[in-house]
């Protein structure tokens, strides 16, 4: 069998979700299946299998991919896996199988576009999330739906988006050291943790006012931000309890986990929750909102608070400086990561393989 892997969205700057769900489910792919990665810049075989075949074609984003399906033809691959829902705009014209890859429907109810799409991109990407029927449409082109999550599963089902099979492939954290999984700092600071855009979804906004019941916390918020967005977000907060890292690299990740008092989020909406997995496999225990998917994610190791409620997330943030509470979501936490790796995750996506071709 002929599989190729759209490895075109692996980001060579930093990496983002899309970027890691590429990069290590081709790594776990690979080591059951020859693949054969297409790439669009020879700085993404630096994040990919050493030994890989791979092409090279356009961006994603480029006007070539109205035809990508011609590209593909002429190397005659039997399957073709894209992490993406959207590939080759519907590809008309293949002469292979597809899967295609849902990660959430988050945008068709936060539709604003993210602010790094150039304004083309925006204005299509705007438009394409005011209606359910684009999507329906490339999905009923493909195969095979991947779904990354039982949630999004039943999302997909609940807006009858597609009529060919859905078959979960999930989310999953990297790889970690035998000495680095499961590590604890001997003292635990005061710290939370917030590992996430800023876009409005992720409620961000809910952990800085809960500050103001916290007085002896601060909130660590880990990801890239915007000047305009970190002054707006800081004019909410108390002095000196909320604090921007702008980006941190794995090494800092794991290190401000292993001394945080818990790895926190209050989204709305998501499509997975893979710092919930992240933090709990490093002994953080992991403080959520109370949606359906980090229940998925969670299980009973997280400790849940309704979204819009600051107090209560903070009677959550207290309810761990008893030790016991803490041991046992400690404890949990261990349990529910072992149920996620990408080994299990490529065996998924190569059986939903098998079951169409075999």
């Known amino acids: ?22 990069s290590e489910l081709l790594k776990a792919l690979h080591k059951l299946q020859p693949v054969t990665a297409i790439i ?7 994040v990919i299998p050493a030994d890989i075949d791979f092409i090279i074609t356009h961006k994603p984003s480029s006007p070539r991919e109205l035809f990508m399906a011609r590209v593909l033809n002429h190397y005659e ?23 295609l890859t849902v990660h959430d429907l988050i945008y068709y109810e936060y539709n604003s576009p993210p602010a790094n799409f150039n304004p083309l991109i925006r204005a299509v990407w705007w438009l394409y999330h005011q209606s359910y029927w684009p999507e329906r449409l490339l999905l009923n082109r493909a195969d095979v739906i991947a779904a990354v999550s039982q949630a999004t599963k039943q999302q997909i089902k609940q807006h009858h988006l597609t009529r060919r099979p859905v078959r979960v492939v999930s989310n999953a954290p990297a790889a970690l050291s035998a000495n680095a999984e499961g590590r604890q700092a001997k003292t635990k600071k005061k710290n939370l943790v917030f590992m996430g855009s800023f876009m409005a979804y992720k409620n961000v906004e809910t952990l800085i006012g809960a500050l103001f019941f916290l007085p002896h916390y601060q909130l660590h918020c880990l990801s890239s931000i915007s000047a305009s967005r970190k002054q707006e977000l800081l004019a909410l907060a108390p002095p000196n ?14 290190a401000i986990l292993s001394s945080a008092h818990a790895l926190v989020t209050a989204s709305y909406s998501e499509g997975f ?3 919930l997995i992240e933090a709990m496999r490093a002994g953080t225990p992991v403080i959520c909102s109370d949606i ?3 229940h998925e ?3 009973e190791a997280g400790l849940y608070f309704d979204p819009d409620n600051q107090t209560q997330f903070a009677k959550q943030v207290i309810a761990l400086e008893d030790s016991k509470q803490r041991a046992q979501s400690v404890k949990a936490g261990h349990e529910q990561a072992k149920k996620f790796s990408w080994s299990h ?9 098998q079951d169409f071709t075999v």
């Open 273 to 275: 929750g893979l710092p």
């Open 1 to 22: 069998m002929k599989l190729f892997y759209d490895a075109r969205h692996i980001r060579t700057d930093y990496p983002d979700g899309i970027s890691r769900y590429s």
């Open 241 to 254: 309890q909320l604090f921007f890292h702008n980006g941190v690299t794995d090494e800092q990740y794991a």
């Open 292 to 294: 359906p998917i980090f």
């Open 40 to 46: 669009h810049d020879k700085k993404q075989l630096e």
């Open 345 to 353: 995750s490529a065996k998924s996506l190569l059986k939903a393989i």
């Open 297 to 299: 994610v969670a299980g």
């Open 77 to 99: 691959p039997d399957v073709v896996f894209s992490p993406m829902q959207i590939m080759g705009a519907g590809q008309w014209g293949r002469k292979y199988h597809l899967i």
